[in-house]
């Protein structure tokens, strides 16, 4: 069963940064030909979206909660995607699920749209 790995969490410090990574764990999967998304769950609270990128990634949406801080990008050579993420903050505590959404595409935001996910990386940002 293809799925998503995710990696790159850990503990940092407010107002630093981590880079999230997101690779494919099958050499089958046309991972180009999927839209992608960051979405996060964070303690008692319910999975929200983060960000997205299209396919070819000319097109890249974020939460107004991350605009300006989080950037969402992908190498479709190497079948990876990644979220830079600076001046974290702690309410950016969470666990980090990446998903790919295979055509037709639907609601970016909406994480029930999505195919496939990875096993989620934690974040942890203490002030």
């Known amino acids: 069963q293809v799925s998503l790995v995710e990696s790159g969490g850990g503990l940092v410090q407010t107002g630093g940064s981590l880079r999230l990574s997101c690779a494919t764990s099958?050499?089958?999967?046309?991972?180009?030909?999927?839209?992608l998304g960051w979405f996060r769950q964070g303690p008692g609270k319910e999975r929200e979206f983060v960000a997205f990128?299209?396919?070819?990634?000319?097109?890249?949406y974020y939460a107004d909660s991350v605009k300006g801080r989080f950037a969402i990008t992908r190498d479709n050579a190497k079948n990876m995607a990644y979220l830079q993420m600076n001046s974290l903050k702690p309410e950016d505590t969470a666990i980090y699920y990446c998903?790919?959404?295979?055509?037709?595409?639907?609601?970016?935001?909406?994480?029930?749209?999505?195919?496939?996910w990875g096993q989620g990386t934690q974040v942890t940002v203490s002030s």
């Open positions: 998903a790919a959404d295979a055509p037709p595409y639907m609601d970016y935001t909406d994480d029930d749209n999505y195919d496939v």
């Open positions: 099958a050499r089958t999967f046309r991972f180009s030909t999927y839209n």
């Open positions: 990128i299209n396919w070819n990634g000319e097109r890249a």
